[in-house]
């Protein structure tokens, strides 16, 4: 949605879609799940095929930024919702100036050192509306936001994570990590997560917009603590696997340090399937640099009832990031069914 100014200059609210001409289809209602870079690069990709768009995003931040309010205030962590609204903002000179202005980071010698300037209007508007959906929404206009941010839960949350490797002497004694930067860059390997509280609140809005959705996209990014955390909320995993709107899982480019050490693409898989086994996935989108062994994604995908796109995502530069157009291009083929056959050797054919 695009806004409509004000007379002060400023959005009074989104201007509805006109309805689609002769020939054309409505574009598809979309929910995105995640948390910073990962879902910043769905979004980027997807505000390129529908104006429907919602981005649900974890809470479970606790550093830096983030962390220092949340402790602080007892907000939510503001730092991934302020990365998702600049994804979506209006591609005008005024949307991304207010982009620009939102994450923009203050270096100084005192308290500020480090705060986003996003993360600090966004607390501002909780405090003043007490109400953090309506002050994501307030930021939504001001950047002509292009969809809408919704928290994954009303409340802030803590993971926890079993880690092996951790115990000198002894490789198989687990260790329970807590919080999102422990568990980030802990130097075991993560077996499990889980969510504290293991069954907060989530707003109805979040749970409507599951419901309504033609499609979810869950990743990419930080597999245990952006990803997984979204199918261990209660309220959301039901509504996932209620919802008759197909899910489509985004592979990352690369493993993380920490996280996803030594994990295989189709591993990504067999870990999302033992934390959430009634989940129903349609399709998985992999690049073919990050796939070693096709027949064995394609294997893994099939349980989990999805079929693979292999598509080349990423910029191509050598480093794991994802090129927006190029997403853009493999979620619509997703979404018209168009997957094409997948060789061998792992490269896509068909149209």
Do not use: K
């Not at 409507?208 to 033609?214: K, N, P, R, S, T």
């Not at 995502?313 to 069914?337: E, K, M, Q």
């Amino acid at each position: 949605m695009t806004a409509r100014p004000g007379a002060a200059g400023l959005p009074t609210g989104p201007v509805p879609l006109g309805a689609p001409g002769p020939g054309q289809r409505t574009a598809p209602s979309v929910v995105a799940l995640g948390g910073g870079h990962g879902l910043s690069a769905s979004l980027s990709a997807l505000r390129h095929l529908t104006d429907r768009l919602t981005a649900v995003v974890t809470v479970a931040d606790d550093g830096g930024s983030s962390g220092r309010l949340r402790r602080e205030l007892g907000v939510l962590p503001p730092g991934d919702l302020r990365m998702a609204l600049s994804a979506l903002c209006d591609d005008s000179e005024w949307g991304r100036t207010w982009r620009d202005v939102l994450q923009h980071r203050f270096a100084s010698e005192g308290s500020l050192h480090q705060h986003a300037t996003g993360n600090l209007l966004i607390a501002t508007l909780w405090d003043l509306l007490d109400d953090p959906v309506a002050g994501l929404d307030w930021v939504g206009r001001l950047l002509g936001a292009r969809g809408r941010v919704l928290p994954m839960a009303a409340v802030p949350l803590d993971i926890e994570a079993d880690v092996l490797g951790l115990v000198p002497g002894d490789d198989d004694a687990p260790t329970s990590v807590r919080g999102q930067v422990a568990v980030a860059s802990t130097t075991g390997r993560v077996t499990a997560v889980r969510l504290v509280p293991s069954d907060p609140p989530v707003r109805p809005e979040v749970l409507e917009a599951i419901a309504a959705a033609d499609w979810v996209v869950l990743g990419p990014g930080s597999w245990f603590t952006s990803v997984l955390p979204h199918l261990l909320v209660p309220a959301l995993a039901d509504a996932l696997t209620s919802t008759a709107a197909r899910l489509c899982v985004t592979l990352n480019l690369a493993v993380e340090s920490g996280e996803t050490d030594g994990f295989s693409a189709e591993a990504h898989l067999e870990v999302l399937a033992a934390h959430a086994p009634s989940l129903r996935v349609d399709a998985v989108v992999a690049d073919p640099v990050a796939v070693g062994d096709p027949h064995a994604l394609s294997e893994a995908a099939a349980d989990l009832g999805a079929r693979v796109l292999l598509r080349q995502v990423s910029l191509g530069d050598g480093t794991p990031r994802h090129d927006a157009l190029r997403l853009a291009a493999a979620y619509r083929d997703v979404f018209g069914g168009s997957y094409g056959d997948v060789d061998p050797r792992g490269a896509p054919g068909g149209p």
